[in-house]
């Protein structure tokens, strides 16, 4: 499969503040990896650096097998980037403004199949100060992909969208694995990094804290699975090795990271001594909630914002 891209020892000061601080990061072809990290946390600041709009300090980087800071035009041709905030030629068709871009790129795709690409095929002809801002979001992205990129970056790309077009914007992007893209995400919105990425990196105090599958995230944090019940009061006890603990109103709850066997044993004595397990719920660790156990102790330490990283970003 191969590296998209590769970062040893990564290194980025601003003045006294350190905003990266020798991370490591690979990312391979054909994957959609979301990078999460609080504001100030130095997210953005590597992202800028491997788009080559920033110079680091040290460390290594290659971005489709180049350094960015020494990269041709070439290279840029392979770039697709999708800001978390643009504004598009207000004048010009949501058609015009991709042919324009189109002719900025050596081998691009067909215009009108980029727009047929992201959904905006019916809306090709209209001016784009009409589009509306989940319209705007996908000539965005058209505009990100005219240029038939391998690797695309997406930071924000569903903010201010409602649930629906996230949704329909979801089916977009992981739609870019049948083009061949990777994709390097960076949301706010956890359910869409675990929706989406194949794998997720978190970045604190600018540090890679955490890498993985959301499970792996959650096995790091020793976030477990809670399984509550109520059972009646004259039901027998549950066996020993369950774990469980009740309050006075006959609700168990028990936490596992083993959840079938858990469960299989927990319905097995239930159909064994006719106990109705009313309320029966599984509430596994959420992504949000790992990921605020992640960074909230670079929380504490109060605000490190540097050059950059402040605000939505």
């Known amino acids: 499969m191969g590296t998209a891209i590769e970062v040893r020892g990564l290194t ?6 350190q905003a990266v601080r020798g991370i490591d990061l690979d990312v391979d072809r054909g994957e959609i990896l979301a990078f999460l990290g609080p504001n100030g946390a130095g997210k953005t600041t590597t ?32 770039i697709g980037i999708v800001l ?30 980029v727009l047929e690409i992201v959904g905006l095929a019916d809306s090709a002809e209209q001016r784009t100060r009409k589009l509306s801002g ?10 990100a992909l005219v240029g038939n990129p391998r690797l695309v970056f997406l930071d924000e790309p569903t903010t201010g969208f409602d649930p629906s077009a996230r949704r329909e914007s979801w089916d977009m992007i992981d739609a870019l694995r049948d083009l061949g893209s990777t994709v390097l995400l960076t949301t706010h919105y956890m359910d869409e ?20 599958t959301a499970a792996d995230l959650a096995r790091q944090v020793g976030a477990s699975t809670t399984i509550r019940w109520r059972a009646p009061g004259d ?13 006075g109103e006959g609700t168990h709850e028990l936490t596992t990271d083993d959840v079938v066997p858990t469960l299989h044993a927990l319905t097995g004595w239930a159909l064994d001594h006719d106990v109705d397990l009313s309320d029966l719920s599984v509430n596994r660790p959420t992504l949000e909630d790992v990921y605020l156990a992640l960074t909230d102790q670079d929380a504490a330490d109060g605000p490190t914002h540097g050059p950059g990283e402040g605000g939505a970003r």
Request: charged fraction near 25%; glycine fraction near 10%.
């Open 12 to 17: 980025k000061a601003y003045g006294d503040f």
């Open 47 to 78: 992202i800028e650096i491997l788009e080559g709009y920033r110079q680091r300090d040290g460390g290594e980087v290659r971005v489709l097998g180049v350094d960015p800071a020494e990269a041709p035009l070439s290279w840029r041709d392979q």
């Open 84 to 113: 978390q905030e643009s504004e598009p030629v207000p004048e010009l068709t949501a058609l015009e403004s991709v042919a324009m871009h189109a002719a900025y790129y050596a081998d691009p795709r067909p215009p009108g199949e």
């Open 134 to 143: 989940g319209q705007k979001r996908r000539l965005d992205l058209a505009l």
């Open 193 to 212: 990094a675990e929706q989406l990425a194949d794998r997720i990196v978190v970045i604190a105090g600018g540090r890679i804290v955490a890498r993985g």
């Open 235 to 247: 039901a027998p006890a549950p066996p020993s090795g369950l774990g469980s603990s009740a309050d």
